[in-house]
C-alpha cells in the first residue's frame, strides 16, 4: 500500500504532433515506466501515470518508423502534474503550424507543478514569451538559432538541462532521458532514480554538457587530409611526450601556421585536440581496465595523475576516480 510518506500519482502528459522526434517521447516514458516497476517491487503504488497527449486523438507519426497514439487532447481538464513538449527536426515549421500548442503552453504553462520542454521543443516556449529573461538550453544546432528568433532568452549552450521556477527545458535528444531520471529522483529520492539509471545503463547525472565530444570523431569530421593526418597520429601515439611543436613539425609548418591552420580547420587549438584525446583514452582505460591510475596517466601522455585529474574535473565534472566507479565493466 502507499505510505503517507509516499507522493501521490503524478499524471505526466506527453505532448506529440506529427513528425514529433520519437526518442524524446519514448525514452521519458521508459524512465518512468521502470520507475513504476521498481516502486511495485517495493510493495509501494505506482508513482507516474504517463499520457499522450496532442492537438486531436488518435494516430501520429513521428520522424521514424514509429507512431504513437494520442488518447488525450490538449486542453483536458484538470491539468496533469507535469507537461513534457517534445521537439522536432524542423521546429520552427513546426511551430508555425501548430499555433494551438504555443497557445496551449501559453495557457498552461504556469498553472502546472512542471512543465518541461524537450530539446527543440523549448521553441513552443519560447514562442509563448515565457522564456523572456529566463535561462534556458536546447539541442546545440539550435542555439544560435534561438538566440537570434528570441534575443531576450539567456540561451545556455552547454547545459543537459536547465530549470527556471516551474519551467524545465532540456538539451539534444538524449537529454529528455535526463531530464526524466532529474524528475525521479526530485519524486522519489535519489535511490530510485539511481536503480533506473542502472536498468537503463546510464548516468544518474551525467558528467559534462552536451558540447563534449570524442577526439575520435572530431578526426573524422576534419576536412583536411594533412591536418586530419597529424590528429590520427596524436591519437596513436598519444601515450608519448608529444607537444605543438612536435605536431607542427610532422606537418612541416612554421609553430604559428600550423597553429593557426589547425584551428580553422579542426574547430579547436591544437593543446584542447590534445587534452581532449589524453582524456578520451583515459576513459577507455578507466572503464576497460583495472590499471592503477598513474599507469593510466602515464599511458595517456599526462605528466602526473593530478593533471589527469584536474583535466578530468574541466572536461567531465568528475575525477578518474569518480568516472572508474561509474564505467568499469570488467
Not at 601522455?301 to 574535473?313: C, K, L, V, Y
Amino acid at each position: 500500500m502507499l505510505n503517507s510518506d509516499i507522493p501521490h500519482l503524478r499524471t505526466i502528459d506527453i505532448v506529440i504532433y506529427p513528425e514529433f522526434k520519437s526518442f524524446e517521447a519514448i525514452g521519458p516514458m521508459t524512465v518512468f515506466t521502470y520507475a513504476n516497476k521498481h516502486l511495485e517491487a517495493q510493495d509501494r503504488e505506482p508513482g507516474y501515470k504517463v499520457r499522450i497527449v496532442s492537438t486531436k486523438l488518435g494516430p501520429v507519426v513521428s520522424d521514424t518508423l514509429m507512431t504513437l497514439t494520442a488518447s488525450h487532447t490538449l486542453g483536458e481538464v484538470p491539468l496533469p502534474h507535469s507537461v513534457m513538449v517534445v521537439g522536432a527536426h524542423e521546429i520552427e515549421r513546426i511551430v508555425e503550424e501548430q499555433p494551438e500548442i504555443v497557445e496551449w503552453t501559453k495557457r498552461v504553462a504556469l498553472n502546472v507543478e512542471r512543465f518541461a520542454a524537450l530539446c527543440s521543443g523549448a521553441f513552443f516556449l519560447a514562442e509563448a514569451g515565457l522564456l523572456n529573461g529566463k535561462r534556458a538550453t536546447t539541442h546545440w544546432r539550435m542555439a544560435e538559432v534561438m538566440k537570434q528568433n528570441y534575443p531576450e532568452i539567456q540561451v545556455d549552450i552547454d547545459s543537459i538541462f536547465v530549470r527556471q521556477d516551474n519551467l524545465w527545458t532540456s538539451a539534444g535528444v538524449s537529454a529528455s532521458v535526463d531530464l526524466a531520471l532529474a524528475f525521479v529522483e526530485s519524486d522519489f529520492g535519489h535511490d530510485l532514480a539511481l536503480q533506473v539509471a542502472r536498468d537503463l545503463v546510464i548516468f544518474l547525472k551525467r558528467p559534462g554538457g552536451q558540447s563534449q565530444f570524442s577526439a575520435n570523431l572530431k578526426t573524422q569530421m576534419t576536412q583536411s587530409p594533412n591536418m586530419r593526418s597529424i590528429q590520427e597520429w596524436v591519437l596513436n601515439n598519444i601515450d608519448k611526450k608529444i607537444g605543438i611543436s612536435l605536431m607542427a613539425s610532422r606537418a612541416s609548418m612554421s609553430l604559428r601556421h600550423f597553429t593557426r591552420t589547425f584551428q580553422k580547420d579542426v574547430g579547436m587549438c591544437p593543446s584542447e585536440f590534445l587534452e581532449r584525446a589524453r582524456i578520451d583514452k583515459a576513459r577507455r582505460l578507466l572503464s576497460e581496465s583495472e590499471l592503477p591510475l598513474k599507469s593510466i596517466a602515464f599511458n595517456c601522455g599526462f605528466s602526473t595523475t593530478d593533471q589527469m585529474r584536474i583535466s578530468f574535473r574541466k572536461h567531465l565534472s568528475v575525477t578518474p576516480k569518480e568516472y572508474r566507479e561509474r564505467f568499469l565493466s570488467v
